[in-house]
């Protein structure tokens, strides 16, 4: 009998299935077109012995040895509703229906009990790492009961990316733990991404250097601390030539992004939590904007184009790209200090107890995120010494001091130019926010007091409420 069933043969779907099926398991699979399951098993050569064809999810019921895991891999949304509704028809008692794609985790939360009712175990499982991942070996963020985890835990453990020889999945939680997780590990993306496009925006209009310089930099720091997956496809996305037109292919792309929510949802998610993640709110709101062409456009022509090119200690490109990787390196530890934070602040509201180490450990290979970064982040989490923001652990304080600068010299010099740097610059305003031990709230909340008695506490009497007088309050 089958070890798993597999519902939804997209392109995630198959690839998770042939990754399982190269590890040894055998898995029943299931697609609402039953050609698509038949042409999915006939092309997977020798794997095929290991995949049953399943034309009915009775016959894929019927396929898999109880209690039967089943993975469902369909567009997030209603669409795992009724996929679920429909599937959890053919189950019983104690088996586990496993949602794998990019489910908002509110979602997986209501799942979870929904199912329960029905003595079925819902696992809410995020898996990173697009096609190559899903295939080769993806990041694998489970949430659930334990129970039902440890029913497929060899099966991900074995078909997960391995860092050092440790496999890249783990139950993060509880109910919607392991989407929340991904969910934020999708907003450090979007961090991330921006940032490149940032930096690669200085290079390019602030500095004019051509594409292949610039893969090439890319490239060199892929062997410093930058060191990610993110940063090599930068160097080899700007290394491509477009074969109709002999120019970079980035030249001829239409400068909007795309999105399909998961940074908005942990944008949203940090706000609900009062955590602060400004640069992944930057890098949302950058995709928004991108997406404005016309106005953009228009509003070019409307103020005239900014001058954009750096005449200042960057524009002499003396050491200039050591200052953008430090940078970005800067940027990148703000960043990280915020979801990480924002995961923590998740923890305690819905008693999750998220492990933030194993968590790193398990982004460390296999997701869009990987980087050599995130093997010092588990580190710090793994020295036994408890962590607060990752900004004021070590080695990040330390690299932080020593960056900081280069990261202000680059904001500064880009805002003088009119180089938009939305990301570094909530970075950097996170960091000054952040040791900036009297900040100026005491005027806010003067305010609130004065237009609606909201009341403030004085330094000099704490923790009683006081109020103005205010002079010439009507
Ligand atoms: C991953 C990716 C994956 C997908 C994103 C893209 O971890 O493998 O994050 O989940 O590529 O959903 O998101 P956008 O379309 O929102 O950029």
Known sequence: ???????????????LALN?????????????????????????GSLAEKLTPCPTLTALAEAVDPPRPV??????????????????????????????????????????????????DFLGVGVSGGEEGARHGPSVMAGGDPKAWARVEAIFTDI???????????????????????????????????????????????????????????????????????????????????PRTGKPLVDIILDTAGQKGTGRWSVIEAQHLGAPATVIEAAVAARNLSSRKASRVADEALFGPAPRKLDGALGAREGAMTVLEEAMLAGKIAAYAQGFAVMAQASQ???????LGTIAKIWRAGCIIRSSFLDDIASTYDSGSAVGNLMTAEPFTGMLKATQASLRRVVAEASLKGIPVPALSSALAYFDFARTARSTADLTQAQRDFFGAHGFERIDEPGKEAHGPWSNAT
Not at 1 to 15: E, Q
Not at 349 to 355: G, I, T, V
Request: aromatic share 8%.
């Open 71 to 120: 993975v469902i891999m369909v567009k997030a949304g209603d669409a795992v509703d009724q996929q679920a509704d429909v599937l959890a028809g053919h189950l019983g008692e104690g088996d586990i229906l496993i949602d794998a794609g990019n489910a908002n985790f509110h979602d997986t939360r209501r799942r979870v009990r929904v199912y329960a009712e029905r003595n079925i």
């Open 20 to 44: 399982m099926a190269e590890k040894g398991y055998s898995v029943a699979v299931h697609n609402r077109t039953t050609s698509k399951t038949d042409a999915f098993v006939a092309n997977a």
């Open 349 to 355: 509201a819905f008693d999750w107890s998220l492990p």
């Open 1 to 15: 009998m089958a070890d798993i069933g597999l519902v939804g043969l997209g392109v995630m779907g198959a690839n």
């Open 160 to 242: 997960a990316a391995k860092f050092a020889g440790e496999s890249c999945a783990a139950l993060v939680g509880p109910e919607g733990a392991g989407h929340f997780v991904k969910t934020i590990h999708n907003g450090i993306e979007y961090a991330d991404m921006q940032m490149i496009a940032e930096i690669y925006g200085i290079m390019r209009d602030g500095l004019g250097l051509p594409t292949e310089e610039m893969s090439g930099i890319f490239d060199a720091w892929n062997g410093g601390p930058l060191k990610s997956y993110l940063i090599e496809i930068t160097a080899t996305v700007l290394g491509t030539t477009d």
